[in-house]
């Protein structure tokens, strides 16, 4: 579920201490944040498919992750490496990734598909919560905008599975795809991939 | 669910605060800059010199590798099924260079461990203040009668990538249907846990898309049990019904000794006589470790587990195959999370920074099938006695009797952790 106490703490801005790259040093946040990089790419810059999480929101990053913790989100292999951190060390890598800059990914997408899932986004309304390309100024909203079709896809067919568990934040997401096809979801992720 | 609490917070709040604070690096007008040289261009030590350079610019960083292009052993058994070519396990030192690491293609010949002085073959000596060997493992030729350099020719190993994966690769595409293709596997420790396992499965593609159905697969094994072994069990079943076998030590797979000419694998009670003889050797450390005095009575590199320091020099870091662990297995991925925590220390040392606590895991992924794919991970942390152990309740194997679902994923991230893990290493 949807982590309030952790909201309030990432919202109210008491992380806004600087950690970019490296040029800082070894501090604890960077040490943490550079062990994703084997899977997500060097600062979290996926080559793909497996999700960009460099410059994702603290807030969306540290709920995600802390969800994997505590199960309350289905993965493949993410529940079993988010076991292994503390709340505060979730805190760390998140603040460390978000503060890198977002690189969209650099797969190609089919045009078509996009293009049908550009329509299927306005149908649904999809704008008012993540924006006309799939960029939310919601902070535990994900960007979508050059994210992998890939990720995107399963991603999306795990909120239209009842079967499996996502965040209780994510519970609106359930409901707004449930009625969408499978076809239809993959031109939706087609459509936010191929998305600037 | 997790909360964060008031401990958390507290900490965090100062660690934000010494971020802003001491995190730049304080160097003074004409101080000389720190040198670090890092020897071996693998899985390990490339990325211990693109991290330390990352976390200290100014530093004078050094990767000698022998040779002049690396080639990946990880993914090395896609080749083998034929998903894949040498062409995209190969990789130059170019985007290193990039970021201002002097790459030096040269064969380190000898370290003095005190001084920290390394002579190269081509003639140089370079004094370093700190230094990162990443020198992996070698064949330990001999560890069963009969498989030397030789033998290898005819009965390849395959578990260095380059000319011997190709080789084998050729003796697979010319097997006949319904012959019989045995890979010998190690006892423990040895390189990548899973990979004779998941280079069975590869096999077995490469076989059944030629239509080699009556073909068979058999793994004469020196240990009992196996990394994913249920899962390999399972993946093995589903895929390739009967065509892979697997013998355990103890059901009489240890193979005491290989008769290269005859394509023979000898064990206690049997001789397997083969069409194709896979033989995986017995490793040990890179020789130079063993010969500058890194190694123990183990034939491996102790080191202190929460640093990587060598606890054979000050000052000398040990990472990757070759050095002591705990219960981190020698994988890829293992070895990067190991070379950035020796660069922090090292960046650490340089920089006048603490360094609290490391941060080391392990994501291995196993394809079994263009479509299928498992999974190993691992978070660790540094036990009271000293010694890496998985952090409870953490890490495991993917579930046994997942759906196909899982197994798909699994590939495609499979495939995406080599893509990333690559890059993180040569760009």
């Known amino acids: 579920m949807y982590n309030k106490k952790l909201g309030v703490v990432l919202a109210a801005g008491l992380l806004a201490a600087s950690a970019s790259a490296g040029a800082n040093g070894p501090t604890a946040a960077a040490i943490v944040g550079h062990t994703c990089a084997g899977c997500h790419g060097t600062l979290g810059a996926s080559v793909g498919p497996a999700p960009v999480i460099g410059g994702l929101s603290e807030m969306y990053l540290a709920s995600t992750m802390a969800a994997y913790k505590d199960g309350t989100r289905f993965g493949t292999v993410m529940e079993r490496l988010g076991r292994g951190y503390t709340p505060g060390e979730i805190l760390d890598m998140s603040k460390f990734l978000a503060a890198q800059p977002w690189v969209s990914g650099k797969i190609p997408v089919d045009a078509k598909a996009a293009e049908k899932g550009k329509t299927i986004h306005s149908a649904n309304g999809c704008a008012g919560c993540h924006g006309p390309t799939g960029i939310s100024p919601m902070p535990n909203t994900p960007r979508m905008a050059g994210q992998y079709a890939d990720y995107l896809y399963f991603q999306m067919m795990d909120y239209k599975d009842a079967k499996k568990a996502i965040p209780g934040a994510a519970m609106i997401m359930r409901n707004m795809l449930t009625p969408v096809s499978d076809d239809d979801v993959k031109a939706l992720a087609a459509f936010y991939a191929s998305a600037k | ?188 420790p040895f390189r990548c846990p899973p990979g004779p396992y998941e280079r069975a499965a590869q096999i077995a593609a490469n076989l059944t898309h030629a239509g080699k159905k009556k073909a068979k697969i058999m793994i004469l094994d020196a240990k009992d049990a196996f990394s994913k072994q249920a899962l390999f069990t399972e ?7 009967d065509m892979i076998q697997w013998v355990g030590a103890s059901g009489g797979g240890k193979v005491m000794e290989i008769d290269a000419k005859t394509l023979t694998a000898k064990t206690e009670f049997d001789d397997f006589k083969a069409n194709v003889l896979n033989v995986i050797p017995p490793h040990r450390c890179g020789a130079i470790a063993a010969k500058v005095g890194l190694t123990d009575d183990s034939g491996w590199c102790p080191v202190n587990q929460a640093t990587f320091e060598s606890k054979k020099a000050k000052g000398v870091y040990v990472v990757g195959d070759s050095c002591i662990a705990g219960a981190m297995p020698k994988s890829g991925y293992a070895a990067n999370t190991q070379a950035k925590v020796a660069a922090a220390n090292v960046a650490g040392a340089i920089l006048g920074m603490k360094i609290e606590k490391p941060f080391l895991t392990n994501t291995c992924y196993s394809l079994l099938a263009h479509d299928y794919g498992i999974s190993v991970a691992g978070v660790y942390e540094v036990g009271a006695d000293g010694v890496l152990a998985d952090v409870k309740g953490s890490g495991g194997i993917s579930p046994v009797g997942a759906p196909l679902d899982t197994r798909k994923r699994e590939s495609v991230y499979g495939v995406s952790w080599y893509n990333n893990i690559v890059s993180d290493m040569f760009t």
């Open chain 2, 235 to 241: 993946g093995w079943k589903h895929n390739y019904g």
């Open chain 2, 1 to 188: 669910m997790s909360t964060m609490n008031r401990r958390d917070f507290v900490k965090l709040a100062g660690a934000a605060t010494a971020v802003g604070t001491v995190g730049f690096p304080m160097v003074g007008f004409g101080a000389p800059k720190a040198s670090v040289v890092v020897i071996g261009g693998g899985y390990a030590g490339a990325i211990a010199a693109k991290y330390t350079k990352l976390y200290v610019p100014d530093a004078e960083v050094t990767l000698i590798e022998r040779k002049k292009e690396y080639i990946s052993h990880p993914f090395s058994n896609e080749v083998l099924g034929g998903e894949r070519d040498m062409k995209s396990l190969t990789f130059t030192y170019a985007g290193l260079e990039k970021r201002g690491l002097k790459v030096l293609q040269d064969e380190v010949l000898d370290i003095d461990i005190v001084s920290k002085t390394v002579k190269t073959k081509g003639g140089k000596s370079l004094k370093a203040d700190y230094l990162i060997v990443a020198p992996g493992i070698e064949i330990k030729w001999g560890a069963i009668p009969g498989y030397g350099q030789e033998a290898a020719e005819l009965a390849p190993h395959a578990w260095e990538a380059g000319p011997q994966t190709l080789l084998l690769k050729k003796q697979i595409d010319a097997m006949p249907d319904g012959g019989l293709l045995v890979i010998v596997a190690p006892a423990n």
